[in-house]
């Protein structure tokens, strides 16, 4: 079975700091995508970041990067240098080749950056 | 490029009621996916379309829930009738091309669901 897993409900950040939020997921397939999406207030989910199983480097995009250790099964998300338009809910999801085209989502992050 | 698209954004029917929540994918996207997310939990996946063909729809939860996408286009998704349980955030995703893993699914900003 599919699982995705996100221990931290809320997380409070100040502004110009990196943040950590944590993902940790289960399969046993080994072929699958790992995706970070962000949900502000206005409720459009907006896509991130994407890592694949097979992929040997960390993935990063502008201020986001994906901590991929795959022996941990973990698959956090780094924030650098917090924005207040970075307060957010954020979800962690996995697709895996052999479980058809559905993302298996965790319950979410709350974000929220203090000035 | 237009995103997805959904509407309506907010919903309050009473128990028993039907309601019917559209969503329009990204042009040219022939995948279209329905999640929900009831309050606290995950979101969670209803179905996928291919074009106007039902790929996958074991997520649906019961016979009340009715999924249609005529013409490979628009989508809708009905609820009928309504029960207190549904309520929740409904999402809509679309992708281009099945390529794996790696295939990135564009979601809409949903439909909340109230049913009292």
């Known amino acids: 079975a599919q699982k995705i897993t996100q221990t931290q409900p809320g997380m409070f950040v100040q502004e110009k700091e990196a943040v950590t939020l944590d993902c940790t997921y289960d399969?046993?397939?080994?072929?699958?995508?790992l995706f970070w999406y962000k949900q502000p207030s206005s409720g459009e989910m907006i896509f991130l970041i994407y890592?694949?199983?097979?992929?040997?480097q960390n993935a990063t995009e502008g201020r986001y990067s994906l901590n991929f250790q795959k022996a941990r099964k973990s698959a956090n998300l780094v924030i650098s240098a917090s924005q207040l338009g970075d307060s957010a809910m954020y979800f962690c999801?996995?697709?895996?080749?052999?479980?058809?085209?559905?993302?298996?989502f965790g319950t979410g992050t709350s974000l929220t950056v203090i000035p | 490029e237009a995103g997805v698209t959904q509407f309506p954004s907010h919903s309050v029917i009473e128990k028993g009621q039907t309601v019917t929540l559209r969503c329009d994918p990204i042009?040219?996207?022939?995948?279209l996916y329905w999640y929900r997310r009831v309050m606290g939990k995950e979101i969670k996946f209803l179905l996928h379309?291919?074009?106007?063909?039902?790929?996958?729809e074991s997520g649906m939860p019961n016979n009340r829930f009715l999924a249609e996408r005529t013409g490979g286009t628009y989508s809708t998704l009905k609820v009928q009738p309504a029960e207190l349980e549904d309520s929740g955030v409904y999402f809509c995703?679309?992708?281009?091309?099945?390529?794996?893993?790696?295939?990135?699914?564009?979601f809409g900003p949903g439909t909340r669901l109230l049913v009292l």
């Open positions: 995703a679309s992708s281009q091309d099945l390529y794996g893993p790696q295939e990135t699914q564009y």
């Open positions: 399969t046993s397939d080994p072929s699958y995508g």
């Open positions: 890592q694949g199983s097979y992929d040997q």
């Open positions: 999801a996995m697709r895996a080749s052999n479980t058809g085209n559905q993302f298996y």
């Open positions: 042009s040219g996207h022939d995948n």
């Open positions: 379309f291919v074009k106007e063909s039902k790929q996958d």
